[in-house]
């Protein structure tokens, strides 16, 4: 599946994708050719059989200082003349429904996504990261859920991922006092995993995890991904008794586990294929 844009780039190593927020100019600030270019970057990759991992990070200074409110005309609330409030309105809801499967597709993706954050992640950046598997920052990152400031309601997925994240306490410091926090505190409360010195390390070191990640069976860690996403709707004992149908129908017969008994049995590196 061909893939362009104008504001993000893919470039792929090995087994391993970086999708590219592409607009250092303006900070990576997010416009509408974000919204649409996000799910089809996401979804040429699903369908690249190459790619078993992925990598988001920003080009130039910043991750992501969230949304374009230049672009996106927020503040103005002017509609054509003749057009009703209600129309208005749903148009609105449409809008953001389109931002909110824009950032839903890096949640949904059935290969691992990783963020490797740098400078500012801000409002909508926090969207961004909230959706991926595990974050990753460099020292000079700093997080804050900025909607709050400038009268808003985070309404892209924050409000709902990052509880899955941070225990209540530290969600709601973050969303009601919008407050800048650095890397440091990110990664003792949790947000990210680790921290680098620089983005340059933080990267290198997203792209050592990721192709860790990807020279495992294909087939299992996208079992385990799935997994992982049922179960957060699912009671213990629901959770416990679909994985082990998913496990008996799919990789207990996979090529990949067969690959892994000779492999192991022949003393040699494995060659997956993910069936």
């Known amino acids: 599946m061909d893939f362009s844009s104008d504001v993000i780039t893919i470039e792929k190593t090995g087994a391993v994708a970086t999708i590219w927020l592409d607009r250092p100019d303006k900070y990576n600030a997010l416009s509408e050719p974000f919204w649409l270019a996000i799910p089809e970057a996401v ?15 920003g080009r130039g200074k910043h991750f992501c200082v969230g949304i374009d409110l230049v672009q996106s005309g927020m503040g103005t609330h002017q509609r054509p003349a003749g057009e009703s409030e209600a129309v208005a309105n749903l148009k609105q809801l449409q809008g953001t429904s389109k931002f ?23 409002g909508a950046g926090i969207d961004m990261v909230t959706a991926c598997d595990i974050r990753i920052a460099a020292a000079d990152s700093n997080f804050s859920v900025r909607e709050t400031r400038i009268g808003l309601v985070a309404d ?75 179960s957060e709707t699912l009671t213990t004992e629901q959770s416990l008794l679909m994985n082990g149908m998913f496990t008996m129908m799919t990789s207990l017969r996979s090529n990949d586990l067969q690959e892994s008994m000779h492999a192991f049995a022949e003393r040699r590196p494995p060659v997956y294929t993910g069936t």
């Open 156 to 230: 892209v997925g924050t409000l709902q991922r990052l509880p899955k994240i941070l225990n209540a306490g530290h969600v709601a410091e973050l969303a009601y006092s919008a407050k800048d926090i650095d890397a440091a505190r990110a990664e003792k409360i949790g947000l990210v995993n680790d921290v680098y010195e620089s983005f340059d390390a933080a990267y290198a070191a997203g792209m050592a995890l990721a192709e860790v990640i990807a020279a495992n069976p294909p087939m299992a860690v996208r079992g385990t991904k799935f997994m992982l996403q049922q």
């Open 43 to 57: 979804k040429s990759l699903e369908a690249d059989a190459d790619i078993r991992s992925i990598i988001v990070a």
């Open 100 to 122: 909110q499967a824009a950032i839903s597709s890096l949640a949904e993706c059935p290969l691992p996504v990783i963020a490797v954050i740098h400078g500012h992640c801000l």
